[in-house]
Each structure stands twice: as C-alpha cells, then as structure tokens.
C-alpha cells in the first residue's frame, strides 16, 4: 500500500468552519488560534461582532550568528507572522490550518513556487519532510540552471525533473546526492 507524500486544498474529508466579511469575502478559522483567512492570504480576526484584518508582520526563524539587522530582525530569521496573545503563528501555517485541516505530526507545509513570502492558498501544500527536502532540491536546481545560462530554452522550465538533479548533483559544492523518484 503506498501512502500518499502530500496534500493540498480541498483536503479529502476535510471541511474547513467559514463564515463571510461584511463585503461577502469568504474566510475561514485556523483552529485552536484567533485566526480567520481569506484564500488570498489576508488574515483577520473576529472580535464581538467587529472584523479587524492584521498584518502579517515581521520575519520569525532561527537566529544566525545573534546579529541583528536594521529593524530588529536577526539575520536569518524567515517565516512571515502574527503574533496573539504572547505566541507568534507562521501565516503559511494559519493558511494551511484554516483551509486544509489539522497538520499531521511530522509533516510540513510546502511553498510549491518556493516563495515564504507568498502563502496564498494555491502556493501551499502539507507534505512529507522527505518530500520537501525533493522539492527544495529541485528547486535549487532550477535556480542553478537559470544562472548557469541564459538561453531560454534550455530554462529549468524546459527541463525534466532528472535532467535537474543531474545538473544539481554536478553543481553540488556540499558534496549530497540526491536521486529522482
């Protein structure tokens, strides 16, 4: 029997508590958080009978070095975020909790275009760490080849997923291999 490596929206079985904005917007509840988001990222919270947006502020991550950046940032620090109550919550998160349902232990959410900066419903996905990792790769790859040449057609669009890794294992300065499916 082969389990599967991810899921995204709409999540089998999974029906996500929704309500509307006063201008028809659907949102729907991160559970176990105050949170309620839009399918375009916009996060809000319902207090009494008043809906008030936040902002998804600041960058939270692991620290590196200690450093500190101008605005108060360690260097390093990644995953945009809210903060309620004294806890911060990463919004590709909240995201993934209101519209797909609780994240199994283990698992993470994926960005598919690689973008922390963009947790739109489309561009998320809960996967398997190993499949992240696969992803990340990939991913990697695809820049290595874009800078490696300029030549359109030869992008990392036009190439297949082994054509890739190939390029990525050549290029590789830390030494891993990785391998295709």
């Not at 919550?89 to 963009?118: F, S």
């Not at 992803?135 to 890739?164: C, F, H, T, W, Y």
Request: with cysteine.
């Amino acid at each position: 029997m082969e389990t599967r490596k991810f899921y995204g929206y709409p999540r089998e079985g999974f029906v996500p508590e929704t309500k509307q904005l006063p201008d028809g917007t659907l949102v729907a509840h991160a559970d176990k958080t105050p949170f309620w988001c839009t399918q375009d990222g916009r996060v809000f919270v319902l207090q009494g009978n008043n809906w008030s947006q936040r902002k998804v502020s600041g960058l939270i991550g692991h620290p590196a070095y200690g450093r500190r950046q101008p605005g108060g940032c360690h260097s390093g620090e990644r995953y945009p975020h809210l903060g309620h109550a004294g806890k911060n919550y990463t919004a590709h998160k909240l995201m993934a909790l209101a519209w797909m349902g609780p994240i199994p232990e283990g698992w993470e959410v994926d960005h598919l275009n690689g973008n922390i900066l963009d947790w739109r419903l489309e561009n998320l996905q809960v996967v398997t760490p190993e499949e992240n990792r696969k992803r990340a790769v990939i991913l990697r790859a695809r820049r290595m080849v874009a800078r490696q040449d300029n030549d359109p057609s030869k992008g990392p669009k036009n190439m297949k997923p082994e054509e890739l890794l190939a390029l990525f294992n050549a290029y590789n300065v830390a030494g891993d291999v990785y391998e295709g499916e």
